[in-house]
């Protein structure tokens, strides 16, 4: 898999050094088929997206888009106890522990293209296909909520853990469309929509997160830190092939 990133950096790197298109703008990332059935979250985000032309005065282009979305985001405060113990096995104090709970749902994907435009003047419509990666994950910060920070182990930052709960790597493909409308001379408005089949993988919905229950685990520690490894968390996650729909709205440029 490493390799396999090196590639992507050394492609993008090179396809941003010779675009001569570029869109930036919004995307909206809809779960299809047997993803939809088992949730209903909706995804909302960010795309970059160059091309270069594969031959000058043809319009086919070879790209490269990048894509980043949150489909669950939920937090809650929680107040966890633990207990100081001496040798013997007697509770000498009760810690309280305020802490705030932050769960994130992500898809980041990545993919190469081949698009076809028709060299319109005012409205371009276009067809693509796509092949590339997504990365799904479940990400929790816990945040201290105590006054003066006591629990957290950065002096400069409230955040005592970051876990990463799940994550998985999705072949992914695809193919799609849309339309490029006539701003300027050099700018357009990018109207476009992409259907990507996934791999199966396993996941977390937003409604499962925010069950999720945090207790206290650790048997060794004083009153000055709690790390991650003291926080455990139990839930099933889900499983199915991951078809995407994304809708982009952005705007593009052309040199």
């Known amino acids: 898999m490493k390799k396999i990133l090196l590639h992507l950096v050394f492609i993008f790197s090179f396809i941003a050094g010779q675009a001569q298109m570029g869109s930036i703008g919004f995307s909206l990332g809809l779960p299809q088929n047997n993803f939809k059935e088992n949730t209903d ?15 000058r005065g043809i319009p086919v282009y070879l790209g490269l888009d990048i894509n980043y979305m949150i489909y669950g985001s939920n937090a809650r405060n929680e107040d966890l106890t633990a207990s100081v113990n001496n040798q013997s096995g007697a509770t000498l104090a009760t810690l309280n522990i305020p802490l705030r709970i932050i769960n994130t749902n992500s898809l980041f994907g990545t993919h190469l293209f081949v698009r076809s435009a028709a060299p319109f003047s005012l409205i371009q419509p276009y067809g693509e296909v796509l092949f590339g990666f997504r990365y799904i994950s479940t990400n929790t910060k816990i945040r201290d909520r105590s006054d003066n ?12 853990a970051r876990v990463t709960v799940l994550d998985d790597w999705i072949l992914s493909y695809g193919f799609g469309g849309g339309f490029l409308v006539k701003l300027s001379s050099s700018i357009f408005l990018d109207l476009r929509s992409d259907f990507f089949t996934g791999q199966r993988a396993k996941y977390y919905d937003g409604s499962d997160t925010e069950s999720w229950e945090v207790t206290f685990s650790g048997t060794n520690f004083d009153d000055a830190t709690v790390t991650g490894d003291d926080l455990t968390f139990e839930t099933q996650p889900r499983e199915s ?11 593009a440029y052309k040199i």
């Open 149 to 160: 920070m006591r629990w957290a182990t950065n002096d400069d930052s409230d955040v005592i």
């Open 41 to 55: 979250a909706t995804g909302f985000g960010g795309d970059l997206s160059f091309a270069m032309p594969l031959q």
């Open 241 to 251: 092939t991951t078809d995407l729909l994304v809708i982009k709205l952005g705007v």
